[in-house]
């Protein structure tokens, strides 16, 4: 049988009677046990209208022969059965259920998506997911829920956004340092082009040493705003317009094979002294049905720039390595709904 695990939460009617009622018929579906449900938790709604009561939330472990998908559609069932209606995105609601995680199955279609996108930073939902599988396994992050509660638990209040050139990461970042009050970090360099302009005379390409000192540039400016040693009030959200590692994409590019083995090892000295994020909040989104980008082979050629969607790979690759925490992607979205969307995840971190 496979392990899975729901997370429940009601904010309207008799939000007791209802979950109970929700957990009753989640034990009673054919080809599955009801192993472990947690205590109540009761939290702010995160995002969506003004004025809602607080919700009441649960999870629940079970153990099935179901298939995800066949899974799934039982919890909508259940869902329309105790009266959820599906209006306005983040609404109060009657009954929700959510398919967290099943087994270390990753699984992307229009109808379903395991693991759950949002659940890796909202507390709402580890708080009580460790209380019945602290060890399951999120299967493209690499960590136990538990170590995902303690990383909210202990990590700096740090926000990372990634992307590629003119994506309105800056000001985006800007607009959540101020309405959290927050402190705003931009690296303040000219980024390299994502465009392939046309080739440059010999006489007029870059030589080798003025592009490996200009990755270098990059990478001590980060490390600088990101210091350890420098870092202020612990309690203040932070946000930058970059993150770390999005230095080793553009040396990638631009350096040959002995300059990135050098600046790899400079990065990986930095990596050592510096906040690492609570979330890195990253402007895109792999396609549909690939979670994880592929492993890109090439090379950069002397005079030319990254096209664009080589960089963007690359950086989605970077971005989604094991073990990094937890990761928003915000797809291909307008600003507006970029600021609510990660708004709204910052808030469900605290």
């Known amino acids: 049988?496979?392990?899975?695990?729901?997370?429940?939460g009601a904010n309207l009617g008799d939000r007791v009677q209802t979950l109970n009622a929700a957990i009753e018929r989640l034990g009673a579906l054919e080809q599955t046990v009801a192993l472990r449900r947690s205590g109540w938790h009761e939290t702010a709604p995160v995002g969506g209208p003004a004025n809602q009561g607080p919700f009441l939330n649960a999870a629940v472990r079970l153990e099935t022969t179901a298939s995800a998908e066949q899974l799934?559609?039982?919890?909508?069932q259940i869902e329309l059965d105790l009266?959820?209606?599906r209006v306005e995105r983040w609404e109060a609601r009657a009954i929700d259920l959510d398919l967290l995680l099943y087994e270390d199955q990753v699984i992307e279609t229009p109808q379903l998506?395991?693991?759950?996108?949002r659940m890796a930073f909202r507390r709402f939902v580890l708080e009580a997911a460790v209380e019945v599988a602290p060890e399951m396994v999120h299967p493209t992050i690499g960590w136990t829920v538990g170590r995902l509660l303690e990383h909210l638990d202990s990590a700096a209040e740090y926000v990372a956004l990634l992307g590629l050139p003119g994506s309105g990461k800056t000001a985006l970042a800007a607009s959540l340092a101020?309405?959290?009050?927050?402190r705003l970090l931009v690296h303040g360099l000219v980024a390299t082009t994502a465009k392939t302009p046309d080739r440059r005379p010999q006489?007029?390409?870059d030589p080798p040493s003025h592009r490996f000192a200009r990755q270098i540039q990059f990478l001590d400016r980060f490390s600088s705003l990101l210091a350890r040693s420098n870092w202020p009030r612990p309690e203040q959200l932070a946000v930058s317009d970059f993150y770390l590692d999005q230095c080793l994409a553009y040396a990638r590019f631009e350096l040959d094979q002995d300059q990135q083995a050098a600046f790899t090892h400079?990065?990986?000295?930095?990596?050592?002294?510096?906040?690492?994020?609570?979330l890195l909040i990253v402007f895109d989104s792999p396609p549909p049905g690939q979670s994880r980008p592929p492993e890109q082979q090439f090379t950069a050629v002397d005079g030319d720039s990254p096209p664009t969607e080589r960089l963007r790979q690359e950086l989605l690759r970077l971005a989604s390595r094991q073990g990094l925490g937890p990761l928003l992607f915000t797809g291909r979205t307008d600003q507006r709904t970029q600021y609510e969307e990660i708004s709204a995840a910052i808030t469900s971190m605290q």
């Open 203 to 205: 006489d007029t390409v």
């Open 266 to 278: 400079a990065w990986q000295e930095a990596g050592q002294r510096v906040v690492l994020p609570k």
């Open 1 to 8: 049988m496979a392990s899975s695990l729901i997370a429940l």
């Open 113 to 117: 998506v395991v693991p759950h996108p």
């Open 83 to 85: 009266g959820r209606r």
């Open 178 to 182: 101020q309405a959290f009050d927050g």
């Open 72 to 76: 799934h559609l039982a919890l909508r």
